[in-house]
């Protein structure tokens, strides 16, 4: 287990767009999927987007608005949202697992998350 460091939330109005950035250990970084996960009040941990060498995965909810992306020189992963929604109110955050699942209990290293409020 390492310890994420991500940065990026904040509060937004409806419409608006936030970037989530993720940094993470070279060795890490290079050899695990990287994803990220929200939860929101009362609600379990979900998958939002995720990605290995060889698959993205985005949840219904946010394809087409957000993005996924890894910078290998920065070990840097990021999060591209778009077109935010009052219902994307959550504390997001950064994971780092060894095999691709959509499930936040394969994920065994964690940033400490970070607020993201959409304002209608």
């Known amino acids: 287990q390492v310890q994420l460091v991500e940065s990026g939330g904040g509060l937004v109005q409806a419409g608006g767009s936030l970037r989530l950035s993720c940094a993470a250990p070279?060795?890490?970084?290079?050899?695990?999927?990287m994803g990220w996960f929200r939860q929101a009040p009362g609600k379990e941990r979900e998958p939002v987007a995720l990605?290995?060498?060889?698959?993205?995965y985005y949840v219904d909810s946010v394809k087409g608005r957000f993005t996924i992306s890894r910078d290998n020189a920065k070990t840097t992963v990021y999060l591209q949202m778009n077109g935010l929604k009052p219902e994307d109110t959550a504390v997001y955050y950064c994971?780092?697992?060894?095999?691709?699942?959509?499930?936040?209990?394969?994920?065994?290293?964690w940033g400490q998350g970070t607020q993201v409020t959409v304002s209608s």
């Open positions: 994971a780092a697992g060894k095999y691709y699942s959509t499930s936040y209990r394969d994920y065994d290293s």
């Open positions: 070279g060795p890490t970084f290079r050899d695990s999927v």
């Open positions: 990605m290995s060498r060889s698959n993205t």
